[in-house]
């Protein structure tokens, strides 16, 4: 059994920073990817930014050089550093991580509960 649990979530206004944490716990063997998703008010989910076990990471364009992503595997968390945060930031945000419960087992997506984050004037 794995869980996932978030944290950071909250109300900012405009300009200001927030940093989301997603906690793994339980049978893990080996982490992949580690991802954060959001889904707006109204809009369908979409990937926001992933970090890889090599430390590289990728980003939606709409969050370049604003956001930041880091992992920390002995810790199997999974950050989101948000700075200068705008209203259209507004949206649920979920961690998903891929990985492994067992070394013989296949790799699998688990997710967080989703976390509230609102961007108000």
């Known amino acids: 059994q794995v869980q996932l649990v978030e944290s950071g979530g909250g109300l900012v206004q405009p300009g200001r920073s927030l940093r989301l944490s997603c906690a793994a716990s339980?049978?893990?063997?080996?982490?992949?990817?580690m991802t954060w998703y959001r889904q707006p008010p109204g809009k369908e989910r979409e990937l926001v930014a992933t970090?890889?076990?090599?430390?590289?990471?990728n980003y939606v364009d709409s969050v370049k050089g604003r956001f930041t992503i880091s992992g920390d595997y002995a810790k199997n968390t999974v950050y989101l550093q948000m700075n200068s945060l705008k209203p259209e930031d507004t949206a649920v945000y979920y961690c998903?991580?891929?990985?492994?419960?067992?070394?013989?087992?296949?790799?699998?997506?688990?997710w967080g509960q989703g976390t509230q984050v609102t961007v108000f004037s």
């Open positions: 998903s991580i891929n990985l492994k419960t067992a070394w013989n087992e296949n790799w699998g997506d688990y």
């Open positions: 970090i890889l076990q090599d430390g590289s990471s």
């Open positions: 339980g049978s893990i063997f080996s982490i992949n990817t």
